[in-house]
């Protein structure tokens, strides 16, 4: 199957910094990726749709100016978690769908802001 | 919007027997039903998904049934085996290529 890789697999921050996490698509090429993010012991929430060459569109409720989103090639989307609080923390994952036939997941980013 | 929910939120089997996870959507025009399966810090593993004009699909041990009138599907896992303990999610969407709405999961145990 396709291969969607995500950077980094764990990362600590301090509160108020920024935190970039990577998006791959390594063997297709992806219009269209989701992030979402999911709290321990709970669900995926779908956060925003990112299309290149375009602006994300958001879920509602989810603050596009705290979660910054850039897909600027086919192969590489980035979310930006910006001035970060503890209430961040979670397990971010993307996903993309090569062929409109399955979606394939990344390894997710587990963020911890402390 | 699509709300998928999911029942039981635990189960718990002894191996061997058979457990169903149960789901329902909200949204008509949903078509494609992945069922995932994630392991605590992984990604979700697809295990079989159904789209609306299928009424049912097994692989192996694992099957899953669509009622697209009452809007509800379930997934069969027989002869469990403790491997198979995980969550499941359930999920909706218009489409594959589409976002995914999940149900809230089951945390399945399957105890020797």
């Known amino acids: 199957g396709a291969v969607v890789s995500q950077h980094p697999s764990w990362v600590i921050c301090k509160s108020g910094t920024s935190v970039k996490i990577e998006c791959r698509s390594l063997?297709?090429?992806?219009?269209?990726m989701f992030w979402y993010r999911q709290f321990p012991k709970q669900s995926l929430m779908l956060m925003a749709t990112?299309?290149?060459?375009?602006?994300?569109?958001?879920e509602q409720g989810v603050e596009k100016d705290k979660f910054l989103i850039n897909h600027a090639s086919l192969t590489l989307s980035t979310l930006t978690v910006t001035s970060a609080h503890p209430e961040d923390s979670s397990f971010y994952i993307c996903?993309?769908?090569?062929?409109?036939?399955?979606?394939?997941f990344g390894q997710g980013t587990r963020l911890t802001v402390v | 919007g699509e709300n998928v929910e999911q029942h039981p939120s635990t189960l718990s089997v002894q191996e061997g027997d058979s457990a169903v996870i149960k789901c329902t959507y909200s949204?008509?025009?949903?078509?494609?039903f992945p069922w995932y399966k994630q392991e605590l810090g992984k990604r979700p593993q697809l295990i079989i998904d159904i789209r609306s004009n299928v009424g049912e699909k097994k692989d192996q041990r694992i099957a899953v049934t669509l009622n697209k009138t009452a809007k509800h599907f379930s997934l069969h896992i027989t002869e469990t085996q403790p491997e198979d303990s995980a969550v499941y999610f359930c999920?909706?969407?218009?489409?594959?290529?589409?976002?995914?709405?999940f149900g809230k999961g089951t945390s399945l145990l399957v105890t020797p």
């Open positions: 990112s299309n290149e060459g375009s602006k994300a569109t958001y």
């Open positions: 999920a909706a969407s218009e489409n594959s290529g589409y976002a995914l709405n």
């Open positions: 949204d008509s025009a949903s078509n494609y």
């Open positions: 996903s993309a769908d090569p062929e409109n036939t399955e979606a394939f």
């Open positions: 063997d297709f090429q992806a219009t269209t």
